[in-house]
């Protein structure tokens, strides 16, 4: 192979690199797709996004989808968005379904909604299509002491003009929930509710409760209603129960003071029979003493030690005359 040849190779592959590199990096099937489709996007446009660190597909695709729903836009806006964080294609999907539902939305309101996190697409088509949330089962307690067991349906319509700042589905969620607690609360009877649940319907629609949120209610629909526990009945039956236990306690504290008073009763007998034998143990002395000082002589000693004698021997007998007597009745 002659030098020629080899010369020719070694362009053709450099031609070919070159190319390469070129098509890599100037998109130009996307300008000519721009070109077939209306849009006017210079070559040197496409490579600026190259050198911005942005996909020229990300933002000429959806330039021309809006070229063709009749929505005037530019590459600038686009790519603001684009590099801010946002989700051009679905910035543009909205903008034309809400075109087409005929809502009134700008590209920089639909791009605000889309950079503060919600999806706006999925807000148009509820702005045309309402949503049904169902809230879970809320309990409440009527006047007579019944508790009403409630569900309901709220049917909602996204606010474009709220959706910034705007309170979600939990706020919609909470709030029913204190509607319906607050109509079931101020019941008299629960039968009541349970033969006009649209009062609750009514109640929760005339407090306004869509103010400050992402949302429009358009109604409220109560899908079951059911009794649960008499918790009036369970309250009394509750505190019949702790008046009986403070009863108790106060009757046990009644009977452990009685009891120390006997016992404090049984202290004092003891004592007061120490006392007696005390006092007894101490009639010997004294007439021991009245012997030695001749107040009282021996005769009268004994004398009066008959006499308790005779005494003694007395009772005895009325003793034994009360058993026999008692024994004759036994028979």
Sequence with gaps: MDSSMISLIFMVAVVIVILSVFFSFVPVMLWISALASGVNVGIITLVAMRLRRVTPARIVNPLIKARKAGIDLNTNQLESHFLSGGNVDRVVDALVAAQRADIPLGFERAAAIDLAGRDVLQAVQMSVNPKVIETPVIAAVAMDGIEVKAKAKVTVRANIDRLVGGAGEETIIARVGEGIVTTIGSSQFHKDVLENPDRISQTVL????DSGTAFEILSIDIADVDVGKNIGAILQTDQAE????????????????AVATEQEMKARVEEMKAKVVEAEAEVPM???????????????????QNIMADTTMREAFGNTNDRKKNDTDKK
């Excluded at 005339?206 to 409760?209: A, E, S, V």
Aim: aromatic fraction near 6%; hydrophobic fraction near 45%; charged fraction near 35%.
């Design 242 to 257: 702790a008046d009986k236990r403070i009863a108790q306690a106060k009757a046990e504290e009644r009977r452990a003071m």
């Design 206 to 209: 005339n407090k306004g409760l």
């Design 286 to 304: 004294a007439l021991a003493e009245a012997l030695r000082t001749g107040k009282l002589g021996v005769m009268d000693y004994y004398n009066m």
